[in-house]
């Protein structure tokens, strides 16, 4: 970091890093000199790690989902000690972090239409107004307006809420059965997802074929930068678990520049002015499909991926952006380690449980397995497998071509069983 470019240790806000990339940037602000601060409720799904709580020079704790008693501790912090930079943890605070930073007068995404990176019905709407290929889709909230979103949208579709993260409650229905048993299960699920129950507003989408990647980039002076597209590999549908990724992901140039200019042009239509973005697509017959997009760090170990294989430490551009100094200041952009890089993740299948893990050792041993973690303990109980709180634990690894990678997740995944 340059003592020229930056007063003596920032001090930076980091709204509830409920991601690995929330919890990624807060280790990365540490080493790069900073001095963090994080703002959480550290309870129930939002209770904070030891790696954070080590990295943190304090930990506020406040209700996040309250945004005027957030606003609140963090102008009674900030008049303590001002703060240099405001940013996210996870994807559920990019909306609520922008509303802080403002009024903090600090560097931030636009009030007034950041709602286009977190809303998905917001969302879907801008990205539709500026004329780019988006999924048909309709909003509902109770089971008439369902109905009638079905036969709008037509089958198979897929229901989709408007403001969950990690897929969950995403599902395919080919039928209204299932299209009606998939909403019913979210009204009716006990478990919060960052503290709050489940929104009943959701989205009908066209149901888009084709495989999935994510392009996790930074807006910098208006200019778009794509750094990676990496492939999102999926559990069985109906639902949508993802069980890894694989970055670069393996596709021609003509595909790369189609995908990086569909990027730019859904970047503009969201308003997303500065820092970095998670971009979720479907690659179509007709070409790219947004999913999502959201102004945030991605999460699932991908900010470790795109650093591996390009040298750019996404979370140093972001804390560059939040600073307002050139990322080369913050040290962002490094060489590459290695060609190709993955993630696997495990899951339990229909076990609600498991008392051992067959092959995890071998796992980790593997030299090309750099990283790796469990969430479960024998005999904890496992949510049923449909979306990433199900998923037992992670391998992330190095390869040298996106075909070795891809060879070396489907080998991991045959390796771990659970029993």
Request: contains cysteine; aromatic residues 6%.
């Amino acid at each position: 970091m340059s003592s020229a470019s930056l007063s003596q240790a920032p001090r930076v806000l980091v709204v509830e890093p409920a991601s690995s990339g929330g919890t990624t940037l807060i280790g990365v602000a540490a080493e790069s000199g900073l001095r963090v601060v994080v703002a959480s409720a550290d309870a129930g799904d939002r209770a904070l790690s030891d790696a954070v709580r080590t990295a943190a020079e304090r930990v506020l704790t406040v209700e996040t989902n309250d945004q005027a008693a957030l606003e609140a501790a963090v102008r009674e912090e900030h008049e303590r000690e001002p703060f240099d930079a405001v940013l996210a943890g996870s994807d559920i605070y990019v909306a609520v972090t922008a509303r802080v930073a403002h009024t903090l007068g600090l560097r931030g995404l636009p009030v007034d239409t950041v709602e286009r990176v977190r809303d998905k019905s917001v969302m879907r709407a801008a990205v539709a107004t500026a004329g780019l290929r988006t999924p048909r889709f309709a909003e509902a909230t109770n089971e008439d307006e369902l109905r009638a979103a079905a036969e709008q949208v037509g089958f198979p579709c897929v229901l989709k809420p408007v403001a969950c993260s990690g897929s969950i409650h995403v599902s395919r229905a080919d039928t209204s059965a299932e299209l009606f048993a998939a909403f019913r299960r979210l009204v009716t699920d006990p478990v919060p997802d960052m503290g709050k129950l489940h929104e009943h507003r959701v989205l009908i989408e066209e149901y888009v074929e084709g495989p999935e990647f994510s392009a996790d980039g930074y807006v910098r002076h208006g200019v778009t930068t794509v750094v990676a597209l990496t492939r999102t590999l999926l559990g069985p549908e109906p639902d949508f678990v993802e069980m890894g990724h694989l970055t670069p992901a393996d596709v021609d140039d003509a595909t790369l520049k189609t995908v990086e200019s569909y990027v730019a042009d859904v970047v503009t239509a969201v308003n997303l002015t500065s820092g970095p973005f998670h971009c979720e697509l479907r690659l179509a017959a007709d070409g790219p499909v947004l999913i999502e997009i959201g102004g945030r760090l991605p999460g699932d170990r991908i900010v470790e991926l795109v650093r591996l294989v390009s040298g750019v430490s996404l979370p140093k551009v972001a804390l560059a952006d939040a600073l307002g100094v050139d990322p080369t200041d913050m040290d962002a952009f490094a060489e590459a380690e290695t060609a190709a890089a993955g993630i696997r993740f495990f899951a339990a299948e229909k076990l609600a449980t498991f008392q051992e893990l067959t092959g995890w050792q071998q796992v980790t041993a593997l030299p090309e397995v750099t990283e790796s973690a469990l969430y479960f303990a024998p005999g904890d109980e496992i949510p049923v497998a449909r979306d990433c709180r199900s998923r037992l634990g992670h391998a992330l690894f190095t390869a040298d071509s996106p075909a070795q990678a891809l060879s070396r997740w489907r080998d991991l995944g045959d390796t771990v069983t659970p029993s």
